[in-house]
């Protein structure tokens, strides 16, 4: 659902289907990276062309100070709309979080819709969400997001008849504020139904994770920036049909797989949404929502783009996000992703040190996958022991829940029971307990 935004007598649409072109402005102070404007500019446009919207034209603005009426000061503000107009764009969009106030002033002197970073993302979000789930928590977003902007759609009724005889103008105010009441209420009735029906799915989630759990297979969970080579990665493991994209948040759902390692340990593939900096407050819970997978998860696969130039900062930006998630002391292997089409040797060297338990690899192209099982399998083995277990006869259904579990060392027979030492996963040797034998 793209958002009309009303102006004087003029209402602007900002979907895909009716912008043509679009303007994009990076804004950063004199104390701040222009090197890293210059990347979070080139990032604004892969997000604007991944919303499905031309470029026309980009611009840095190096500012002193911020304007609270219209977010950039007069001379910037004149020089980005006489550069937008020169290239026939309809659409502004800024590399920031913009105020209600801001983003109205800002289409009177544009005389077209104007979004902010965070509007970009939401109407990416809702364009990709597959699952119940992600389609709830992403109206609920928009909904948060709309909320504050009421006024500027009911702000051309005043300006329109303000001049229209004694009383008119106070008049039309007062039914645009009654009229902002009425749909304030009608977005906290919808607020309130989405938080029950996102309840009711989460519920169901807990349900369907915890038959996960008791299949008692390792989980690893695959984290990172997104557009690093997640899906990739998961597709040329198990061969999965998820979608692989050059785009964006291309994944917004988990996706689950089987996978069997080269020492025969099966274990359970999870891709995550990406990460991305600046994530707008309102699809925090968004993110949660899927990202519980990563909680639950054994050990993380932590897919960075090494190709990238700002890899660092990206591999900063996932850490943080964890950190927000309280899952930053879980096991991690950080996976260099994309090391055919790296130009810097010396950013492998600088993550080995920053990062110790890494691997290099191109998921795309199936370099490295050897040494990534081998790790993987380590990583595992801190988390396994060899147990010696006797079972009955009449309990011999748990020889093959065994065999399902970890790996057979040895077995034997003495008389009617069957002797086994097994390498499993601690985490499943309490539901078999009986069966040890010391």
Same mark, same amino acid.
């Given at each position: ?19 043509? $072109?679009?303007?994009? =402005?990076?804004?950063?102070?004199? &104390?701040? !990276? @222009?090197? #890293?404007?210059?990347?979070?500019? *080139? ?32 001379? $910037?503000?004149?020089? =980005?709309?006489?550069?937008?107009? &020169?290239? !026939? @764009?309809? #659409?502004?969009?800024?590399?920031? *979080? ?341």
């Amino acid at each position: 659902m793209s958002e009309n935004i009303t102006n004087k007598n003029k209402t602007y649409e900002t979907s895909p289907q009716e912008i043509k $072109k679009a303007y994009l =402005v990076s804004v950063y102070k004199g &104390n701040q !990276n @222009a090197d #890293l404007a210059k990347e979070h500019l *080139e990032e604004l446009e892969l997000l604007t062309k991944t919303y499905g919207v031309e470029i026309a034209g980009k611009q840095i603005c190096l500012v002193r100070r911020y304007d609270a009426a219209t977010f950039i000061t007069e001379g $910037k503000l004149e020089e =980005v709309l006489n550069a937008a107009k &020169n290239c !026939n @764009a309809n #659409l502004l969009i800024f590399d920031d *979080e913009i105020a209600p106030s801001q983003q109205r002033n800002l289409e009177n002197l544009f005389k077209g819709p104007v979004m902010d970073r965070t509007g970009v993302i939401l109407e990416v979000f809702a364009q990709r969400a597959q699952t119940k789930e992600a389609q709830l928590q992403i109206d609920l977003a928009k909904l948060k997001y709309q909320a504050p902007r009421l006024k500027r759609l009911w702000s051309h009724l005043s300006r329109q008849h303000g001049s229209g005889g004694a009383g008119g103008g106070a008049y039309l105010k007062g039914e645009g504020e009654k009229q902002i009441e009425i749909d304030r209420r009608i977005l906290k009735k919808e607020i309130d139904t989405l938080n029950k029906e996102i309840k009711e799915v989460r519920e169901n989630r807990e349900m369907q994770r915890s038959s996960r759990i008791r299949s008692e297979l390792p989980i690893f969970a695959i984290i990172g920036y997104t557009n690093a080579g997640k899906s990739t990665l998961l597709h040329a493991l198990t061969d999965a049909k998820v979608l692989i994209e050059d785009k964006l948040f291309a994944t917004l759902d988990t996706t689950t797989r089987k996978f069997t390692l080269v020492n025969n340990q099966d274990i359970l593939l999870i891709d995550t949404v990406g990460f991305i900096r600046k994530l707008p407050h309102l699809l925090v819970a968004a993110f949660k929502s899927t990202l519980e997978e990563a909680l639950h998860a054994d050990i993380l696969l932590h897919v960075v783009d090494v190709s990238h130039p700002m890899a660092e900062e990206q591999a900063q930006t996932s850490y943080e996000v964890l950190k927000e998630l309280n899952a930053e002391n879980k096991p991690v292997i950080t996976v260099l992703n994309k090391i055919d089409q790296c130009q810097n040797p010396n950013i492998i060297q600088k993550m080995k040190v920053l990062y110790p338990k890494t691997v290099c690899i191109s998921a795309k192209e199936k370099i490295g996958f050897n040494e990534l099982q081998q790790i993987m399998m380590e990583e595992l083995s801190r988390r396994r022991k060899i147990v010696r277990f006797r079972i009955p006869q009449k309990d011999y259904a748990k020889v093959s829940e065994l065999m399902r579990l970890g790996n057979i060392i040895h077995q034997d027979y003495e008389e009617n029971d069957v002797i086994l030492r097994v390498d499993l996963p601690t985490a499943a040797i309490g539901r078999l307990q009986q069966y040890i034998e010391e």
